[in-house]
């Protein structure tokens, strides 16, 4: 466990973030949830949809991202905090950025792709907005998850169809 003492609020948004991927991640995807949060209120939920949409950008801050803007009509969430299990990647680390939210918390580091201070921190470089970020919040909960899936993976249990495994 970590020594960081992290606020009740964004443990209960963690949660929250944990259950949207455990209950809505679909056949086959990698079980990332994530959540925005505006006024202590979730206004958006988002799951990753890669495999379902073959499509490379459907992570689950981008949906989360879509929906917010929806809901809200407007493309920027400065109000807003987006709570994922996930360290976001390059593409979603750049736009959480585009959407000016200011603060990110994330679960589970991502060693070989995360952008939010694993592989780099797109969040410290001199771009025109720079969100907050504090990751590992329930971190073992979080990383958990993606390792039952990947085990289960591995041992043929799940089957991707859109990509292609030897
Ligand atoms: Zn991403």
Redesign the pocket.
Known sequence: MSNIQIEDRHIFYMKKALETAVKYTQHGEVPVGAIIVKDDEIISFGTNHRENEKNCLC????EAINNACKKLGGWRLWQCTMYVTLE??P??AGAIINARIPKVIFGAYDKKNGSCGSVTNLFELPYNHKPEVLGGVLQEECAALLKVFFKKLRKGEIKQFGTHHE
């Open positions: 992570h689950a801050e981008i976001p990647c593409m979603c």
